[in-house]
């Protein structure tokens, strides 16, 4: 029964880690709501898109009388603001974000008129990087492998903290986190970004990094449990560094290109 129950804690942990990485993560799309002459508007306005073509962002606004612009540069860069009218689609008014090679961000706002009314979507402006597209054979592996994961180690450290046995879980930890991590994770940055790896040394990619740091605790705890079934210490310190780790926004510090680096003509 104990284990059974321990079972069903490690699922919240996970569920609930998980849940609030996607939801906190640079990529997850910004939502809110704005008023413009007495109508409430909801907008969801995307921050990653996957290439060759243009990011269409769609805000729903059956008042035809409104309409709009965006506005949008590189990032980062020294562009100036470039301003384009929104497009009328039946109720969607679409701001069409310009196409930017793997790894290319743009910088845009979107404004909506009416009369002499015109209010924003956002108060800051909303970043979206562009990325090629990942074959489902490569991202599909990867979500489940860290998903269990982050499963068997939450499931391990309470075994560790209840004094039972640790290596078998510990095992199956570190290989689900190799897998999923250093094996599909560079395929899918691959595929992604055209690089493999843009963690230290290389980069400065919070994923890789956060990667390798949690790791090196796991390597740790398997070769204590290994020694010692019932080893608790490093066991419960490393599912706890991966678990803080798995509270880190997914994709934070990413591949970008820096366009403030181009020659000036």
Do not use: C
């Not at 020294?78 to 301003?83: E, G, N, P």
């Not at 689900?176 to 790896?197: H, S």
Request: aromatic share 14%; hydrophobic share 45%; net charge positive.
């Amino acid at each position: 029964m104990k284990k059974v129950l321990f079972w069903i804690i490690a699922i919240v942990i996970t569920l609930s880690s998980a849940i609030y990485q996607r939801m906190t993560g640079p990529t997850h799309p910004y939502r809110g709501s704005v008023e413009i002459s007495g109508t409430e508007i909801s907008y969801r306005l995307i921050r990653s898109f996957p290439r060759p073509m243009d990011a269409p962002v769609r805000v729903v606004v059956e008042d035809q009388e409104i309409t709009g612009y965006f506005m949008f540069k590189r990032y980062p860069s020294h562009d100036d603001w470039s301003t384009k009218p929104l497009v009328r689609s039946d109720e969607h008014l679409i701001a069409y974000i310009p196409q930017q090679p793997a790894a290319g961000k743009i910088m845009y706002q979107i404004v909506l008129e009416k009369g002499d009314e015109k209010v924003k979507l956002s108060e800051e402006p909303i970043v979206i990087r562009f990325r090629n597209d990942v074959p489902a054979w490569a991202m599909i592996p990867h979500i489940l492998l860290m998903f269990m994961a982050m499963l068997l180690s939450s499931r391990t450290g309470l075994a560790a903290l209840a004094g039972h046995k640790t290596y078998k879980l510990a095992l199956w930890t570190l290989l689900t986190f190799v897998l999923g991590g250093l094996v599909f994770g560079p395929i899918i940055q691959k595929y992604a970004f055209g690089d493999w790896w843009t963690g230290w040394p290389f980069g400065t990619d919070l994923t890789d990094n956060k990667t390798a740091f949690a790791l090196i605790f796991w390597i740790i705890a398997f070769v204590k449990a290994r020694q010692n079934h019932h080893h608790r210490t490093w066991v419960i310190v490393a599912s706890i560094v991966l678990f803080l780790i798995y509270l880190i926004p997914h994709s934070m510090f990413g591949s970008e290109i820096d366009w403030t680096q181009e020659q000036l003509p």
